[in-house]
C-alpha cells in the first residue's frame, strides 16, 4: 500500500460541498450539518474520527433517490468523499451496487455495535489509498437490501434500472467530475458487466473480478437444475430481510424492513429461480453475454477457469460481443479477488500488481491520465502455472472440429458404474449428497466431491468388455507436441432417446493418470444438439491424449433426473479452440495455489483408450 499522504484540506469545506446535494436526486441526509452526535451515525458527515466504521481519510454520508424505471423504488446509497474536499472541488467516483452492503453486515448480521457504511471494499480503498488519490467511493443498495425499498429482481430489468439510476445519479453530484468507475467482486461484478451493457456516457471503466456472464447458468445448466436452485433464492432473500441497525436513521430503518410489509417479493423472487426453459423472457432478460452485443465500456475482468462458484459460462461470448478496451487477469482460482492471499500468505491469484494496475485503469479512463506502466491486455495462467501475455484472448491459432463417433449408454446416475465397481472389488461408491442450506454469489459452499477412486477406470473397463454401461469414452491419439485447449470447446452430437449427458474431457498421461479439466451438462432429447462446456484454458503436454467421456451425470452435485433410458449417440463431434504454446511471451506470476487443490480433487486412474484422432495447433488433424 501507498504511504497515505497527509491530508491538509479542511473538514469545513467539505460540509459545504456536500450540503449542496440535497436537491440533487433527492434529499441528501447528510445535508443537514455536521453537529457531534446524529453526525456518528451517518445523518451528518461523519469522520473515522468519529465513527471507526468509517474508512480513514473519507467522510461518509447516506443519499436516498429514486430508480430509473418509475416504480416508485427508492434507492439508498452511502458514500465516501475524501476528507477535506473543498466546497467546489469534483472527483471522479468509483461506484459498486449490489446486494453486500447492509449496515449490519454482507450476507448476514457480522456483529458490528453501531451502523456505518460497509467494509466490503475496504481492501480495495486501502489497496489504492482512494481517498489520497483523489476518488470517491459509492456503494449503492440494490433494490430490496439495505436501505433501499422495492422488491428484489435477481439481474433482471428491475435491477437494470437501479443500476443505471446510480450511474446517473454518481455522476450529477457537485463533487463528481462525471466520470464514473464501477468496481464488484462476484453479484457486483455482475453489476458492472450490467452498467457495461447499458451504455451509459457517464461509465467511464468497468472492473468485475469472478462475474456470472449469464444469470441463466448459475442456476440451470442446459435445463438440468444445480444444487442452488432453491439455495440461492433463499440466500437472497435471507439477506434482504436482514434487519436494521438499532441507530440507523428512520428512513434506512423504514427501507430495510421493507419485506415486512411487502411479503410477496420473497414469493416471486423464488419464482423466478423455478423456471427451467432457458428461452423463457425471465431468462432472455438476463443473458448478459448476448446483451453486451456492440458495448464498449472499457472493461477489466478476472475469471478462474477451475471456479467451484461463478463458472466460466459464456465469459467467450460476452467478450466477443464487447467492443471497447479490454483487460483481464485469467487464471487457474477458485472465487478469490485480485488482492486476495491464502494462509500462507501466498497471493490467490498467483500475480502481483491488482490495485496498482486497477488504480492505473481508472486514471487511464476516469482521469486521462496516460499509464506509467505497460500492462498486458491480458495476463493469462494456464494449466501448468504459467503466466503469458497475450492482446485478447482466447488467441487461437487453428479451430478444429474433431469425429468422436458415436456409442451408448445408460442414464441411471451412475449406478452401473458404481454397481461395477463395488462387485470388482472397489470402494463401495456413494451417489454425491445433495447440498443444503443457503447459497450466494459471494459464499457458495463447498459442494463438488472428488470422483469415487476407480469409477473412470470401471467405466472404460465395462466399454472394452462390450457393456453398455453409464458412460462411454472417446481417446484421441497420443499428442505429438504440447497443445492447448483453450477458448469454449462445444460438443455435438445425435442423440436417441431422452435423460441426461454429462461431458466431461480429460488429460491422459502416459502412465494412466488423468485430470478432468472441463465438464458440461444438458437434458438430452431425441435429434441433433449441441453443448457449450465450460472456458478452459488447459496445456496438454506431448505423449499425453485427450479423452472425452459421454454419459449419465455421475459426479458432481446436479439436482437431476435420470431417465434410466439407453441413449445412443450418433456423429458426436468436438469443436475445439487451439493454441501453440510455444508462441506464448511470458509475463510475471506464480503459480496460483488453488491449482494444485484442483489436480488433487480432479485427478482420476484413466489409462488411455484407442486412439482414434489427433490433436495438432496447426497443420491436419
Known amino acids: 500500500m501507498r504511504p497515505r499522504r497527509a491530508v491538509v484540506r479542511t473538514a ?129 443498495d440494490l433494490r430490496g437490501f439495505g436501505g433501499s425499498t422495492g422488491c428484489l429482481d435477481w439481474g433482471g430489468p428491475g435491477e437494470q434500472a437501479d443500476v443505471k439510476a446510480a450511474i446517473d445519479w454518481a455522476a450529477k453530484q457537485p463533487w463528481s467530475t462525471g466520470a464514473v468507475g464501477m468496481y464488484g467482486k462476484s453479484y457486483d461484478a455482475v453489476t458492472g458487466l450490467i452498467g457495461n451493457n447499458l451504455d451509459q456516457r457517464a461509465l467511464r471503466a468497468v472492473v468485475a473480478q469472478e462475474p456470472v456472464w449469464d444469470m441463466y447458468q448459475y ?53 423466478g429461480y423455478r423456471i427451467s426453459d432457458q428461452r423463457n423472457e425471465h431468462w432472455t432478460s438476463r443473458d448478459l453475454a448476448r446483451m453486451a452485443r456492440g458495448s464498449d465500456t472499457p472493461l477489466f475482468v478476472t475469471q478462474g477457469f477451475v471456479e467451484n462458484n461463478t463458472k466460466p459460462e459464456e465469459m467467450e461470448e460476452y467478450l466477443d460481443n464487447h467492443r471497447g478496451p479490454e483487460r483481464g487477469w485469467l487464471g487457474q482460482w477458485d472465487h478469490v479477488r485480485g488482492g486476495d492471499r491464502v494462509g500462507d500468505g501466498r497471493l490467490a491469484m498467483g500475480r502481483e500488481g491488482w490495485y496498482d494496475e486497477t488504480l492505473s485503469f481508472y486514471d487511464q479512463y476516469l482521469k486521462g491520465v496516460r499509464p506509467t506502466v505497460r500492462y498486458p491486455a491480458y495476463a493469462v495462467e494456464d494449466s501448468t502455472g504459467a503466466w503469458r501475455a497475450q492482446r485478447t484472448w482466447p488467441v487461437t491459432e487453428r479451430s478444429v472440429t474433431l469425429p468422436l463417433g458415436g456409442g451408448s449408454y445408460v442414464d441411471d446416475g451412475g449406478a452401473s458404474a458404481r454397481a461395477g465397481l463395488t462387485a470388482s472389488g472397489g470402494p463401495a461408491a456413494k451417489a454425491t449428497p445433495q447440498p443444503t442450506g443457503n447459497w450466494d454469489m459471494e459464499n457458495a459452499p463447498a459442494t463438488e466431491q472428488p470422483a469415487p477412486a476407480g469409477l473412470a477406470a470401471e467405466a472404460a473397463k465395462r466399454q472394452r468388455a462390450g457393456e453398455v454401461a453409464s458412460s462411454f469414452f472417446v481417446w484421441s491419439k497420443p499428442l505429438k507436441k504440447a497443445t492447448r485447449v483453450t477458448g469454449t470447446p462445444r460438443l455435438s452430437l445425435t442423440a436417441r432417446g431422452e435423460g441426461n449427458v454429462m461431458l466431461k474431457l480429460y488429460d491422459v498421461a502416459p502412465d494412466g493418470t488423468a485430470v478432468m479439466f472441463d465438464e458440461q451438462v444438458s437434458l438430452v432429447k431425441s435429434g441433433r444438439m449441441g453443448v457449450d462446456l465450460k472456458a478452459t484454458d488447459w496445456t496438454l503436454a506431448a505423449g499425453h491424449a485427450l479423452a472425452v467421456e459421454i454419459g449419465s451425470i455421475q459426479t458432481g452435485s446436479w439436482r437431476d433426473t435420470p431417465s434410466g433410458e439407453t441413449v445412443e449417440v450418433r456423429g458426436a463431434r468436438l469443436g475445439l479452440a487451439l493454441d501453440d504454446p510455444a508462441d506464448d511471451v511470458a509475463t510475471a506470476g506464480d503459480r496460483s495455489p488453488y491449482l494444485d487443490t484442483y489436480l488433487r480433487q480432479y485427478t482420476v486412474r484413466l489409462p488411455a483408450g484407442p486412439g482414434t484422432f489427433s490433436v495438432v495447433p496447426g497443420g491436419r488433424s
Open 12 to 140: 469545513s469545506a467539505l460540509v459545504a460541498a456536500l450540503a449542496l446535494t440535497a436537491g440533487l436526486g433527492g434529499p441528501a441526509v447528510a445535508a443537514e450539518g455536521a453537529e457531534a452526535g446524529p453526525a456518528a451515525t451517518g445523518t451528518g458527515p461523519v469522520t473515522h474520527k468519529e465513527n471507526d466504521r468509517v474508512p480513514q481519510g473519507s467522510v461518509w454520508t447516506q443519499h436516498y433517490f429514486p430508480s430509473s424505471d418509475r416504480s416508485g423504488t427508492r434507492l439508498h446509497a452511502d458514500v465516501l468523499l475524501p476528507e477535506g474536499l473543498k466546497r467546489k472541488e469534483k472527483v471522479p467516483v468509483i461506484l459498486s451496487v449490489g446486494p453486500y452492503f447492509s449496515h449490519a453486515g454482507q450476507t448476514g448480521p457480522e456483529g458490528w455495535t453501531r451502523t456505518g457504511p460497509s467494509a466490503r471494499f475496504q481492501d480495495f480503498i486501502e489497496g489504492t489509498d482512494l481517498f489520497d488519490q483523489g476518488y470517491a467511493f459509492v456503494m449503492v
Open 219 to 271: 442456476i440451470y445448466s442446459n435445463g438440468v437444475p444445480r444444487p442452488n436452485v432453491t439455495g440461492t433464492a433463499g440466500a437472497y432473500n435471507s439477506i434482504a430481510s436482514m434487519p436494521p441497525m438499532a441507530d440507523d436513521d428512520p428512513r434506512y430503518q423504514a427501507a430495510a424492513r421493507y419485506e415486512e410489509s411487502h411479503p410477496e417479493c420473497l414469493t416471486e423472487n423464488s419464482a
